[in-house]
């Protein structure tokens, strides 16, 4: 299977690329890791330096990690030609109810879509016959520091988002008016850090974050990309992350954040239902809204979720004020997602759906399916 992607964007399209090929390896499938170019120098990382990228593409499905409005401008810039024997699959994200209207012609190109979660799924099958196939994201959590905190330590609330992806969509400005509603006194024992990256391309609109945040010295705003190490040292220093988005595809944010054993508190809307409930997390109340005037792009006549900014204060007092609930809380959501997020179960169903590929179109059954193959030219 050849899996096409930007391998080294610091964007979610990147990550999921990066870990879904790390789940297939993982598997023993045989897999070409093609690298599709960067979308900017800004968004540029190199987060790939454990997987071997190629420039052939030697077996007939394709999968691209790549969104329908850069589809043909990848397949122009690999070697991935829009061959006819081959069996193509997009794995596809998105974060509004409407599939765009010129994201349209880009289902010509696919036999099959890949979804992250039923809200996506649901999108696309309202626009093609073809099969949209959830096929989980795997989420995969890094080793903290474990530095530990004294018990006199303030409880830490983190959110972190990039402003490529809207500002409004992210809503941080939110995260911080119900932070200041939850704790308005000014000396309760918490604080709250808004990791955000690509401010400097968005100038206005991270200082009027900025200015929101200044009127609390608890609160802490932290832009531009830092090593992973300070990034870790962020997540450590958290109890819980707080995420009140009008809408996400996926919400790669909360999973890995759950992931790590974080108590989490996240609008009740859109993607992050596939893993998110109120056994595992905390769900913030809504209402739907008309998407505004620039505010997301291809948002004209759609809607999305307003969270209730109150309701969102009143689940941080809670988490603050037990300690102990929101840590088991956390070791809930840790063991939710690993069983059904990991690594190894997200691969497996991955693997499960090719295989029924494989049977169903006799021009790819012959697919091999080998030990560890990492992208050298067969």
Known sequence: MNLIGFAHGALGLSENFR?????????????????????????????????????????????????????????????????????????????????????????DDVDEIWVASPFVRDAFMSVTRKPVTLVRVPVEPPVLPGRGKGEDAPFGFLFSFDFHSYIARKNPAAVIDAFTRAFPRGDENVR????????????????????????????????????????LDLLDAAEAYVSLHRSEGFGLGMAEAMALG????????????????????????FEMVAVGPGEYMHGEGCAWAEPDVDHAAALMRELAADRQGAAELGRRAAEEMKSRHSMSVAGRIAVERLSAVRQMFPVVADIPHAANHLGANP
């Open 19 to 107: 870990a879904l090929a790390r789940a297939l390896l993982a598997e023993g499938y045989a897999v070409s890791l093609v690298d599709a170019g960067v979308l900017d120098a800004v968004r540029n990382s190199d987060r790939a330096g454990d997987l071997t990228l190629s420039s052939s593409a030697p077996y007939p499905i394709d999968i691209f990690c790549i969104n329908p409005d850069q589809l043909g401008a990848a397949m122009e810039a690999t070697s991935v030609a829009r061959r006819p024997d081959a069996y193509r699959i997009g794995y596809w994200f998105w974060e509004l109810e409407a599939i765009p209207a010129d994201w349209l012609p880009a289902l």
């Open 192 to 231: 709250l850090v808004i990791k955000s990256n690509n401010g400097e391309a968005f100038r206005e609109q991270l200082y009027a974050l900025l200015a929101r945040a200044a009127g609390d010295p608890r609160v802490r705003v932290v832009d531009g990309y830092v090593p992973r190490e300070q990034m």
């Open 262 to 285: 974080k108590a989490v508190i996240g609008t009740g809307y859109s993607g992050n239902l596939e893993f998110m409930d109120a056994g595992n997390s905390r769900l913030v109340r």
